[in-house]
């Protein structure tokens, strides 16, 4: 019920001032570190393809990187798997970063390109030639500028702009300055979802589940027994 309270109480205050929405808290030992114990994070990279429309909608400004071209969504998946896997990615950040990490290593576990539809338009139904377009890289851990400069290289295929071996190439070379591609905006990337070891945090949201009704209820049992100990036990105790 507290951490309920605080949730509402935390949107509550942000709500006029801040574009943040509080959705669930957990308790967690002194020692939680978000970071090192997170197991992975997945971060978006959002386009919005109006080929046939001159502007975009006010609704996107600074929230989508706009593109109006075509993309082949083919090439852009055979160059994704230039990038999955464990990987030098220094050709991916910049060249003051590189000096500032222990190890420009990192393994890309996943990446999806997802065709999403566009409401502003009254285009029907998504297809190459309009809709969002969403790059999902996942990952235990990113560098600054990755994200873009990664999004960036998978929308240059997509438009015949980058062979799959010529991004390969620019990925062995390691070298920041090599990179030969228009940078997308970094108002186009989102951190979509964090995941933790489940062992190591319990969530509470701001409303129950019948889930967490049930939950709540062993919970309170198991309490009750451990505050209450076994009659049994006492009569033992009166016999000795």
């Known amino acids: ?18 574009p943040i929405r509080v959705h669930a808290a957990c308790n967690v030992s002194t020692h939680f570190s978000a970071p090192d114990m997170c197991k992975k994070r997945t971060y978006t990279y959002r386009t919005l393809l109006c080929r046939h429309a001159p502007i975009s909608t006010a609704f996107d400004w ?3 990187h706009v593109l109006h071209t075509h993309l082949d969504f083919k090439k852009m998946e055979a160059a ?3 990038l999955l896997g464990e990987h030098d990615f220094a050709t991916f950040t910049t060249t003051q970063n590189r000096s500032n990490v222990s190890s420009t290593v990192r393994h890309l576990e996943d990446i999806q390109i997802i065709k999403r539809p566009y409401t502003g338009f009254s285009f029907g139904e998504v297809d190459d030639r309009a809709g969002y377009v969403d790059i999902e890289f996942t990952g235990r851990t990113f560098m600054h500028k990755q ?4 999004a960036g290289c998978l929308l240059a295929a997509g438009s015949d702009k980058l062979s799959v071996e010529q991004l390969e190439n620019w990925r062995d070379a390691r070298d920041p300055s090599i990179l030969r591609v228009g940078i997308p905006p970094a108002f186009g990337s989102y951190l979509a979802r964090v995941e933790f070891n489940e062992s190591k945090v319990k969530w509470v949201r701001p409303w129950p589940t019948p889930e967490d009704a049930v939950a709540s209820d062993e919970e309170e049992e198991s309490e009750v027994a451990h505050e209450q100990p076994d009659r049994a036990v006492h009569d033992d105790i009166r016999e000795l």
């Open 80 to 82: 994704a798997q230039v």
């Open 147 to 150: 994200i873009s400069k990664m």
């Open 62 to 64: 600074r929230r989508a």
């Open 1 to 18: 019920a507290i951490r309920r309270e605080l949730i509402t109480n935390l949107n509550s205050h942000f709500f006029y001032d801040q």
